[in-house]
């Protein structure tokens, strides 16, 4: 009953403000031009993504056959599976490499350096200089370092090596804005009990960042995932299972790239692409679900 | 207060994303139905010719402006004059879209990834085939090498089967010309493993001749590297790989370190859209079309 | 508790030589790329090069003129500019401000999945949809400066509404209630009070924005055209930097390699000009809020 009323009644209040709104804007026509330009950019934005991934869902869906996924790639079934492993061997190097660091970096930051200090400043700016950095120059340095100036060859182990200097910076900030929004007094608490500093970060204050790493962790392989440009000079695009770190292998977006390239399999190259767009929903979906358990207790 | 603005958006939103279906669904039909409306006939020769080119160093490219004449050599001095305001792209199937979405395009590929959404032309009076590449009536061709240092172990075993009958079936079975005449194939069983590497025009038709041999002989084991003719053999004369493919005559300094043997040969078709009505160019006509100096079908096409 | 002393000093090196790692990084990427680079340059000469209007590396005897490249990629992150910052913006607007909360639940997740679709996938996208349009609406070849700008503009919102948005969440809401308060509609409120305090960090998911567009690769070489030349008109194709070094890179050999490599440092350059530039806006935002 009481409810009722109230919902009868938010709705006059409502009425009354939308017809308030409207005499308003009748005054102002400029904010509701302003508003319609808001809200039609807003449609814009959304039509672009919806015709974007309807485009490429019809285009690869009917493509999806059990042949692209044969667990042996040969030239008729073009099978995206080998390269799917690789994908994933790529993923987990690179992390094993950038995590440890890209954690290192972010406590050293939040918790030894002096914040505002010079060393600071020039790390920051370093880091970022590395985030603003396009891919094909990651390729190219990968390329002229790993491949050629160490003799690796293209191998699993050049891309990994060039993709972790890549991902650094996602890794470092995303721990580092974690390890600063855990409150002092967790500090200052494990302090006064006693605790040294190293035992301090090890036991309070890196397992309150978890869920932040994470965040910085599935950003970084959804980066991953989707690059071409710096794999494609590092690792190389041989088809299969790449045989060990030293050998070649292709990743998912590589072999979509080299499979549209030559124009025999256009249609499978949408399929793949289908798979990728599946992956990195994925991937989203897994993040904003950890953003969602973070930020549960703090925003909104 | 917040909900009737919410109500507006929804509203809009819908409104955009139906759209957007709509769009999405309808323009593809009307796509369709253009583009058969231009099959019957309705080709306008007025139009200004759209050349789509490759990307200079590509191996296509490379004999194709050497066949037309495009490259215009001077004693020493080599100048590769294709038309400044051609569309440049760097892959077979970049060219077949861009040709095939645009009916006033021509470019050129590889004969062996000639498919039907696109039609090749004949050039002097000769339609672009297999046979008449092998004939040499079709004047438009390239070889595909392979080259080496040395030939040992698997690596020698897999030469003589590119080269002996069942080799050469695989690669007529692809589209591209037989070279050699050799007899049958018998393996002489090598374990090991080579690396195979070099231009991506040679690598699809190689990457059918290393799995029909794996059939053949499962003790050898073989990597195929998809990069460049120039990478290729480059990689075989620094000993990183067995086996480089060119899909172009080697250069003197390459011909001066590497032994090579031509595999297959592959006729460069030059395509248009389906719609395109013209269906035999000269030699001429080509060099004056992707030089620049004819910019109308018209001036092909009486 | 000495032992324990010696353990928190070797950690705090080995945090301290992880946290130099991004710098040693950087320093590694000049030296490769100007070891490999430089010497090109001084080869083809600096003016020659930068300001050269032709690049004919097969030519005997060759030229490396990267100026229609480096106007290409400034009128291709210009065209994706104007075409992506206004869109982003206002629909930053629209989600921080304006949008309900069961709406924005499905708008914010599509636009980081806009974000996360690899930039090959948007490639064929372009040449398959927008090249087509562009061709039958605007006439010339499509390949051209009008499509590579579309398709940028496209790639570059997610991260423009990405930081806007959060900028725009930044303001405390003060701003907007004593807005209210002086009488001013919703509309003016957010674009007069709420728009300017957020002002740096828009600015900076621009300029982030305009390093994504400029080094852009895999989508640009799909739908640009590639001509060497300054085009005239927005129907014209245009090759940038990063498409010249991703087409030719895998058949250069000798000079026209290297020469490649310098074009990698000239783009190299352009982005620290960026960087710093950020960096500069970011720290003026901090003195100022």
């Known amino acids: 009953m009481a409810d009722k009323t109230k919902a009868s009644e938010i709705k006059a209040i409502n009425g009354a403000a939308f017809a308030d709104r409207m005499r308003e804007y009748k005054r102002k026509p400029l904010s509701l031009v302003m508003l319609l330009l808001v809200i039609i950019s807003a449609a814009l934005s959304v039509a672009a993504l919806v015709f974007l991934i309807v485009y490429i869902l019809i285009m690869g869906v009917p493509n999806l056959t059990p042949d692209l996924f044969a667990l042996e790639y040969n030239s008729d079934n073009v099978s995206c599976t080998p390269a799917i492993i690789n994908t994933v061997i790529i993923i987990l190097l690179t992390l094993v490499i950038a995590v440890p660091l890209g954690i290192g970096a972010a406590v050293y930051l939040a918790e030894y350096a002096k914040r505002g200090s010079r060393l600071v400043k020039i790390i920051r700016a370093m880091t970022e200089t590395l985030s603003g950095i396009p891919s094909i120059v990651y390729g190219l340095f990968g390329m002229l370092c790993f491949v050629t100036a160490l003799h690796w060859g293209y191998s699993i182990l050049a891309g990994a090596i060039t993709l972790a200097i890549m991902v650094l910076p996602t890794i470092i900030r995303t721990t580092e804005e974690a390890m600063i929004a855990v409150p002092d007094s967790y500090r200052e608490g494990s302090f006064g009990l006693g605790a040294g500093r190293l035992r301090t970060i090890v036991r309070t204050i890196l397992p309150s960042a978890v869920p932040g790493i994470l965040a910085g962790i599935i950003l970084a392989t959804g980066r991953i995932v989707g690059e071409t440009a710096a794999l494609i000079y590092t690792s190389g695009s041989v088809t299969g299972y790449a045989k060990g770190l030293m050998s070649s292998g292709r990743s998912l977006a590589i072999h ?15 399929g793949t692409a289908v798979v990728l767009l599946v992956l990195v929903l994925a991937i989203n979906t897994l993040s904003s679900f950890i953003a969602k358990k973070i930020s549960g207790k703090r925003i909104r | 207060m917040k909900k009737s603005s919410g109500i507006l958006a929804i509203t809009t939103a819908a409104f ?12 593809s039909t009307s796509g369709s139905s253009a583009s058969s409306d231009r099959q019957s006939g309705a080709f306008d020769t007025a139009k200004t010719i759209s050349v789509i080119t490759r990307e200079s160093g590509s191996g296509t490219r490379d004999a194709f402006v050497e066949l037309t004449g495009v490259l215009e050599k001077n004693g020493e001095n080599e100048s590769d004059n294709t038309y ?17 979405g645009n009916d006033a395009a021509v470019g050129y590929i590889s004969l062996g990834s000639l498919n039907d959404s696109v039609k090749s032309v004949n050039v002097d009076g000769v339609e672009a085939t297999a046979d008449n590449v092998k004939s040499g009536d079709y004047k438009i061709s390239r070889p595909f090498n392979i080259a080496y240092k040395e030939l040992k172990g698997v690596a020698e075993d897999f030469v003589d089967f590119i080269l002996s009958s069942d080799g050469q079936a695989v690669v007529t079975k692809e589209g591209y010309v037989s070279t050699s005449e050799n007899p049958a194939f018998k393996s002489k069983m090598p374990n090991g493993k080579i690396t195979v590497s070099g231009s991506s025009s040679v690598s699809p038709v190689m990457e059918k001749l290393v799995e029909a041999y794996k059939a053949i002989n499962s003790g050898a084991e073989i990597e195929l590297l998809t990069t460049d003719s120039s990478s290729g053999m480059a990689a075989a004369m620094e000993g990183t790989c067995d086996i480089g493919m060119a899909s172009r005559e080697l250069k003197d300094e390459e011909a001066d370190a590497l032994k090579s043997t031509v595999i297959a040969k592959d006729g460069i078709a030059v395509i248009v859209n389906n719609s395109n009505t013209v269906s035999d160019l000269t030699l001429e006509q080509i060099k004056s079309i992707f030089t620049g100096e004819t910019t109308e079908w018209s001036g092909v096409i009486e | 508790m000495s032992s324990g002393k010696i353990k928190e000093t070797l950690m705090r090196g080995v945090f301290f030589l992880t946290a130099i790692t991004s710098i040693a990084a950087v320093v590694l990427i000049c030296v490769f790329l100007l070891i490999n680079g430089v010497p090109a340059i001084g080869e083809i000469g600096f003016f020659d090069f930068v300001g050269g209007q032709k690049w004919a590396p097969t030519n005997v005897p060759a030229s490396y003129g990267i100026f229609p490249m480096i106007i290409g990629s ?8 104007i075409i ?8 930053a607007v629209f989600l921080a401000r304006f949008c309900p909360p069961a709406l924005y639940k499905i708008i914010k997740p599509a636009t980081e999945l806009l974000a996360g679709i690899p930039s090959i996938v948007y490639g064929f996208f372009g040449l398959m949809v927008i090249v087509p349009f562009v061709r039958d609406s605007f006439g010339g070849d499509g390949s051209s400066l009008l499509a590579a700008s579309i398709v940028l503009g496209i790639m570059i919102l997610p991260t423009i509404i990405g930081t806007a948005e959060a900028a725009i969440r930044a303001v405390p809401e003060s701003y907007y209630e004593g807005s209210l308060a002086l009488g001013a509609t919703r509309e003016r409120s957010v674009f007069r009070a709420v728009l300017p305090a957020a002002k740096s960090g828009v600015l900076a998911g621009v300029v982030l924005g305009i390093g994504r567009a400029i080094g852009e690769t895999m989508a640009v070489i799909l739908v640009a055209g590639n001509q ?5 008109s927005l129907t014209q194709g245009v090759r940038t930097l990063t498409a010249n070094i991703v087409m030719e890179m895998g058949y250069a050999t000798g000079l026209h390699r290297s020469a ?7 783009l190299f350059v352009f982005i620290l000009i960026i960087t710093l530039s950020m960096q500069a806006i970011k720290s003026r935002g901090e003195k100022n809020g």
């Open chain 1, 256 to 270: 979509m790239y080299m499979l549209a390239n030559e124009g025999l399999h256009t249609n499978q190259a949408w």
């Open chain 2, 16 to 27: 955009i994303l139906t759209s957007a279906f709509a769009g999405c669904g309808g323009s």
């Open chain 2, 84 to 100: 400044s305001g051609a569309v440049t792209v760097n892959s077979t199937e970049a060219v077949i879209t861009n040709v095939k």
């Open chain 3, 74 to 81: 400034i009128y291709v992150t210009g065209g994706a500019v």
């Open chain 3, 84 to 91: 992506g910052v206004p869109i982003g913006l206002l629909t």
């Open chain 3, 228 to 232: 060497v030349n300054i085009p005239t």
């Open chain 3, 260 to 266: 490649l490599i310098a074009t990698g440092v000239v």
